[in-house]
């Protein structure tokens, strides 16, 4: 089967598009230009699809560049005949096409190849054809002392390294093993010795075996993790009562029928045992573990795409503070494009106590800035510090500020990042987070990406998993919501224009310095002005980057450059130039859409056009709004079972959700408190930075765990679950999956 009908069929679409957008994607095309301006030629396959796509296709290469390996090499050899030729080419996983190669694979010297070269392969054949002879008598005609043989046992041994070689590399026989453990094998596990430590993490697994292919992604990496670290072992077996059905199978592939001798019957055993059990186990369970990264990964790559395309305040002046006790609050105030105006520490709090002096201090700043907004970092110290800030708004009212409470969630690691340090290079470390903060409330998506996405610690078991693959996952996402948002040109940053459609790092670079060198761009095909950018860069970055008060409204706008003509035909039928047409989008409805497809322009693109022209340059994320945290709960030892308080959601794991209710230790809302009715993945009901409300079932002050619930008798929480994600998502680390031991599982440390 053609690659692209192999992915045609695993994607459930037509060959024809499929074909188009590997097209694309081999030209250069990104996944966000093919998805938006490409419509036409893939049959609009959006960005999930995308990404399935071009990852299937890098794994069918593969297997198609190791098919043709294996069949040159066969060739070269000899060993190719038609019917190995046939399978290899039917083969449609690598397991299949390396079972199909084993019995050819070029070997290391081992006792097979020794006895073989004894002379022992005859008495190998002979005793599987007469599996239930004596086989000494057999062996007698085998004995050579110059060869090593010195008598029948020496014989039979080796002729038994042969056979078990040749059992074990049968193509098929190795693929109906392998189906029947993940079917019906349960993963066990056990304590190491000295290792039943009752306090342990990994406690739940000292005693525990499941089906194999039932194990949550959770667990598997939770167990997986505690082998590695030596606490505990595992081993795959087969289900009580079905010990013997590898052998079983092994006796029935080989037609070994009737009665089998004691000495065949041990062969097979040895099989199985020494070489097919744990050479599938070591198979099976890399199997799972690759699945449950792949979970992970998928878990992280959600709550992160949530937290991206969280609600931002806007282009508002706002008061960044990064509370903290000792070491003070440290103070920003940035304008309405980021900009530093002033900064400054306060210190409110104990031991100095200068709570008064620090309240004159920020109302200077902020009637000399005009501030609207203010920032609260949310670690050590915060709801202190919030209480600060809404002090400062009550006497303030003439500047109706709003304190809102940020997630400082790898704010520290920007702060100290070599990015921060071209950005500030004469700020201290903790005044750059303060900046860090408040920009954050301002536009989430714009400071994040600064930010490396494994450090804003809203991933699941993520640093188990494979790093490349984590990495190039969570650059899909940020590529994906930062061409979705769209970016302005004139003021994104370089690590924000980086991950815009046809740009890298240089090409970013080189437009911040044209910008710098140059001023403010006045279209986008002074694009083309910039060093090192070609029109097929153009051609991929345009549409998603925009221009404000520009020389051409539509730059403003999500129409890429190519359509331009499309919107010039259009305003004329409306009887209007563009700049009144983008102001007067009623005009639009009295249109006929189809009159305007053609073979340049096709019916998907006609009505994104027109769709984009209704709200030219709309951010698509939802509007700003802010959790309110309970007056007067603000630790652990505030609360008390049956309260019900607002909280935002941080963090979406398999097993449950963690919310913050501004105690500074995330709650879990286990999946079973999630909903009245039975949900399998919490992502049905909640999204990371969603504002819930939720009732406390139980505090562990001791062990700083939180036990909440979102299932409502009165349907307290009908009018936040469908809530949008809020700009102030503070994010916590994921802790150990637990066995239904929810509370173990609910303790989440500071967030900084």
């Known amino acids: 089967m ?53 990852s299937r296709l890098g794994q069918l290469r593969e297997l198609e560049s190791r098919r043709d390996a294996i069949l040159r090499q066969l060739s070269e050899s000899g060993q190719l005949t038609e019917a190995l030729n046939r399978d290899l080419l039917a083969a449609d996983t690598r397991a299949r096409l390396e079972d199909l190669y084993a019995p050819y694979r070029p070997k290391r010297r ?3 190849q020794e006895a073989r070269e004894a002379g022992l392969g005859p008495l190998a054949e002979t005793l599987l054809k007469t599996p239930s002879s004596e086989p000494t008598r057999a062996a007698a005609a085998y004995i050579a002392p110059d060869k090593g043989i010195d008598d029948s046992e020496a014989a039979l041994e080796g002729a038994r390294h042969i056979l078990i ?45 499941e089906p194999i292919a039932r194990i949550p992604s959770h667990r598997a990496l939770a167990l997986l993790r505690g082998e590695q670290e030596g606490v505990i072992k595992y081993k795959l077996e087969l289900p009580e009562g079905r010990e013997d059905l590898g052998v079983e199978l092994i006796q029935r592939h080989w037609q070994l029928r009737g009665q089998l001798s004691p000495w065949m019957q041990a062969t097979l055993d040895q099989c199985w045992s020494r070489k097919l059990q744990p050479q599938l186990e070591n198979e099976l369970v890399k199997r799972l573990r690759e699945q449950s990264e792949a979970a992970a990964i998928e878990v992280f790559a959600r709550n992160l795409h949530d937290l991206l395309l969280a609600s931002p305040a806007g282009a508002r002046v706002t008061l960044g503070l990064d509370p903290g006790l000792r070491t003070g609050v440290k103070v920003a105030v940035i304008d309405r494009t980021g900009r530093l105006l002033e900064h400054t520490a306060i210190y409110p709090h104990a031991p100095r106590n200068q709570w008064d002096q620090s309240l004159a201090t920020l109302a200077t700043l902020c009637r000399r800035h005009h501030v609207e907004l203010i920032a609260i970092g949310n670690g050590t110290a915060s709801r202190e510090t919030e209480q600060l800030a809404r002090e400062l708004a009550q006497r303030e009212t003439a500047l109706t500020l709003q304190p809102v409470m940020v997630s400082e969630a790898g704010a520290s690691v920007y702060s100290a990042s070599e990015l921060a ?45 494979d790093q490349q693959q984590l990495a190039q996952s969570l650059d899909a996402v940020v590529e994906t919501c930062v061409n979705h948002v769209g970016v302005d040109l004139n003021t994104a940053s370089p690590a924000l224009l980086r991950h815009v459609s046809g740009l890298n790092a240089g090409l970013a670079d080189s437009i911040v310095a044209w910008r710098d060198e140059q001023g403010a761009f006045r279209n986008r095909r002074e694009l083309l002005k910039v060093k090192r950018l070609g029109p097929k860069a153009f051609e991929l970055c345009a549409g998603f980057l925009r221009i404000r008060d520009g020389d051409e409204p539509l730059d403003n706008s999500a ?15 409306a009887g209007l130039d563009q700049r009144q047409l983008l102001n ?10 189809s009159r305007f497809v053609s073979e340049l322009y096709g019916r998907y693109t006609v009505s994104d056009v027109f769709a984009e022209l209704e709200k030219p340059g709309r951010d698509p994320r939802p509007e700003f709004r802010s959790v309110q945290y309970e007056e007067g709960v603000s630790k652990l030892s505030d609360l008390n079972p049956g309260m019900q308080l607002e909280g935002v959601v941080t963090n979406v794991t398999q097993f449950g959700a963690f919310v913050d209710i501004g105690v500074h230790q995330d709650g879990l809302v286990h999946i079973s408190e999630l909903a009245d009715r039975f949900i399998k993945d919490p992502h049905e009901v909640v999204t990371s930075g969603q504002i ?20 409502d008798p009165d349907n307290g ?36």
Do not use: C
């Open 559 to 573: 129409v890429h450059p190519e359509s331009y003509p499309l919107v010039k035909e259009i305003a004329s039928a």
């Open 2 to 54: 053609q690659i692209e009908q192999r992915l045609a069929a695993d994607l459930g679409v037509d060959a024809a598009r499929v074909r188009a957008a590997v097209a694309l994607l081999d030209e250069g095309a990104s996944v966000p230009f093919i998805a938006r301006y490409r419509k036409e030629a893939t049959g609009a396959l959006d960005d999930t699809q995308l990404r399935e796509l071009h």
């Open 165 to 209: 070689e040749q059992l074990a590399e049968a193509a098929d026989l190795v693929d109906a093993l392998r189906k029947t453990l993940w079917q019906q094998g349960r993963l066990a596990t056990r304590a190491a010795r000295g290792k039943a430590d009752p306090d342990s993490k990994f406690r739940d697994y000292f005693e525990y075996a």
């Open 692 to 711: 819930v409300k939720v009732r406390v079932l139980e505090v562990d002050e001791r062990r700083k765990r939180i036990s909440l619930s979102m299932k």
């Open 584 to 593: 007067q989008p009623e005009r639009l409805r009295q249109l006929d859409h």
């Open 421 to 465: 340090a071209q950005e500030f290079p004469d700020l201290d470390v903790s005044i750059r987070g303060a900046v860090s903060i408040a920009r954050r409330l301002q536009d989430p998506l714009a400071e994040l990406v600064k930010i490396d996405p494994r450090s804003i610690g809203v991933g699941q078991y993520q640093h188990d998993v």
């Open 110 to 112: 081992n006792k097979a």
């Open 717 to 752: 929480n009908k009018g936040t679950q469908g809530a949008k994600p809020a700009a102030h998502q503070p994010s916590a680390p994921v802790r150990e999956g637990s066995l239904g031991e929810r509370l173990r599982a609910a303790g989440v440390k500071s967030r900084r």
